[in-house]
DNA sequence: CGCCCTGTTGGGGA
DNA sequence: ATCCCCAACAGGGC
C-alpha cells in the first residue's frame, strides 16, 4: 500500500542504513525496471557511488548519489524496499549491496514498480517538471492554492486530487479519507468548490496524511520484513471506509462507486452527492 | 477447478 | 481536458 505516508515512512526507516554508504553492487534482474534506458546504463551509472541523501518527492524515492547522478525509485503498487530481508524473499528484481554488506532489495510481485535515472539537478528539475506538483505537506499547498489549481475543472474532485501533477502524493485511499473528513463527494467537479470547501479539502489532506505517517512511524523494522508494512499501518484514528459499514461519523451505510477509474468509498450523508446538472 | 473481477499507480492513446 | 485501457500478478467470489 504505498502512498505518500508509506513512503515517506520506508524512507525514514532507510534514511540511517544507506546514507553515507556506497551502491558496491547493483543487479537489475528485471529489465523492465529502467523504464527508459537499458539496465546496464543505469547500472553503470550508480554502481560505485554513495549515497548522500535518501530523499522522497511525491511518491518517489530519491537516491540522491554522489556527483549529482540521481535514482528515482516508484513502488507503483505492490513494490517495496526491504533491508536484510530473507534471502529467499520472493519476486525480487532488484538486488543493491551496500559497501557494509547490508543488502537492499527491491521486491515487487507485480512488477509496475521503476528505478529512473536522472543525471545532474537540471536532468532531475526536468525529470519531475510537468509530473508532479505541489507537495501536500508543505506550507505551498492549502484552500487558497487549491482553489486556484481546481478553478475552471470540470473534472470529478476525487480525479483532481489523484492528478499528481497538481498534487504529488495522494493516492486512492488517502483521497476517500480526505473528502470524507472535508464533507465533499468525490464526483462533485472541481472547480465547483468554494474556498471554504478547498480550505476543508486541504486540511484534511494534509491530516489524513500526517497521520499515516505518524501512524507508520510508530512501528518499527517493519523495512526488513516483506509482510511488515501490509499491516503496519492500520490505527484508530484512519478508519479506512468500505461499503456496507457503517460511516464512523454518522452511521450511515458506505457505498461503493467509481470516480476516476477507482473504486471509490462514500458516505452520501456526510459527503452529499452533487445536483446533476443537466446539459441545456 | 476454472473463470471473472478487482486492485495501493501512472503512462499513453483516443 | 478527459476518459479508457493497459502493464503483471494474486486473491477472492461464484
Redesign the pocket.
Given at each position: 500500500?504505498?502512498?505518500l505516508p508509506?513512503v515517506e515512512t520506508i524512507r525514514r526507516q532507510l534514511a540511517p542504513h544507506v546514507e553515507g554508504r556506497t551502491l558496491a553492487r547493483v543487479e537489475i534482474l528485471d529489465a523492465?525496471w529502467t523504464?527508459a534506458r537499458p539496465p546496464e546504463d543505469v547500472v553503470d551509472a550508480v554502481e560505485g557511488r554513495r549515497v548522500e541523501r535518501l530523499g522522497r518527492r511525491?511518491?518517489?524515492f530519491i537516491f540522491e548519489l554522489t556527483d549529482d547522478v540521481y535514482l528515482l525509485v516508484?513502488?507503483?503498487?505492490?513494490g517495496n524496499l526491504l533491508l536484510d530481508p530473507a534471502p529467499d524473499t520472493?519476486?525480487q528484481r532488484v538486488i543493491f549491496t551496500l559497501d557494509d554488506g547490508q543488502v537492499l532489495r527491491f521486491c515487487d510481485?507485480?512488477?509496475?514498480g521503476t528505478g529512473e535515472l536522472a543525471l545532474g539537478p537540471d536532468g532531475l528539475a526536468a525529470f519531475f517538471d510537468g509530473?508532479l506538483g505541489v507537495e501536500p505537506l508543505s506550507d505551498d499547498f492549502d484552500g487558497r492554492a487549491l482553489r486556484a489549481m481546481a478553478k475552471?475543472?470540470?473534472?470529478?474532485v476525487k480525479?483532481?486530487l489523484?492528478d499528481?501533477?497538481h498534487v504529488?502524493?495522494?493516492?486512492?485511499?488517502?483521497?476517500d479519507e480526505a473528502l470524507h473528513r472535508a464533507g465533499i463527494h468525490p464526483l462533485r467537479?472541481?472547480?465547483q468548490l468554494t474556498l471554504t470547501q478547498c480550505a476543508a479539502l486541504a486540511d484534511a489532506v494534509k491530516l489524513v496524511l500526517a497521520a499515516g505517517i505518524d501512524a507508520g512511524g510508530s512501528t518499527i523494522d517493519d523495512f526488513r520484513h516483506p509482510d511488515g508494512v501490509?499491516g503496519a499501518f492500520q490505527n484508530d484514528f484512519l478508519v479506512h471506509l468500505r461499503r456496507g459499514e457503517p460511516c464512523h461519523t454518522c452511521g450511515t451505510t458506505v457505498i461503493?462507486l467509481?470516480a476516476?477509474?477507482?473504486?471509490?468509498y462514500v458516505c452520501e450523508s456526510c459527503q452529499p452527492r452533487p445536483r446533476v446538472r443537466r446539459r441545456p
Open positions: 500500500m504505498p502512498e508509506e523492465r523504464v511525491g511518491k518517489y516508484h513502488l507503483r503498487m505492490t520472493p519476486y510481485p507485480r512488477r509496475f509530473k475552471n475543472r470540470r473534472a470529478p480525479a483532481f489523484l499528481q501533477r504529488a502524493g495522494v493516492g486512492n485511499i488517502y483521497a467537479p472541481a472547480g501490509s461503493k467509481v476516476a477509474g477507482r473504486g471509490t
